[in-house]
């Protein structure tokens, strides 16, 4: 099972258990839930997979983005001497643009070897 995977299976159960110790492998039918407990059908399941993936996908996302931020930041600064309000605004409506990031209807996934997302575009960083 990829670590991603167990990430998210383990996750999910927190969520659904918590507190109670779950055994699980990387199937629905490997999760043993303690007696007196009511394991979630496996529809439910997959749809609460998919949900915490998307939500671990998203936060993984905004750290990118705040970092990409936090590189920027000097250009933020009232008194950075850019070398034209052309090159200000450019930078203004790079940094804008990553807090808006993602505005469009973009489907992040994740590269389980390098836990970095992938299948976006970002905004371009002016030159």
Not at 5 to 34: C, E, W
Not at 49 to 76: A, F, P, S
């Amino acid at each position: 099972m990829s670590d991603f995977k167990t990430i998210i299976i383990g996750g999910l159960l927190i969520d659904l258990y918590p507190g109670i110790n779950v055994q699980f492998d990387d199937t629905y039918a490997s999760i043993n839930i303690p007696d007196g407990y009511t394991k979630i059908s496996e529809t439910e399941y997959n749809t609460k997979y998919q949900e915490k993936e998307n939500e671990i996908i998203y936060r993984i996302l905004r750290e990118e983005r705040n970092q990409l931020l936090l590189n920027t930041d000097k250009y933020g600064l009232a008194d950075f001497p850019f070398i034209s309000d052309e090159k200000k605004q450019e930078w203004l409506a790079y940094r804008q643009a990553l807090r808006d990031f993602p505005s469009s209807n973009q489907t992040p996934q994740i590269n389980e070897g390098t836990m970095k997302v992938t299948n976006v575009t970002w905004p371009t960083e002016p030159s």
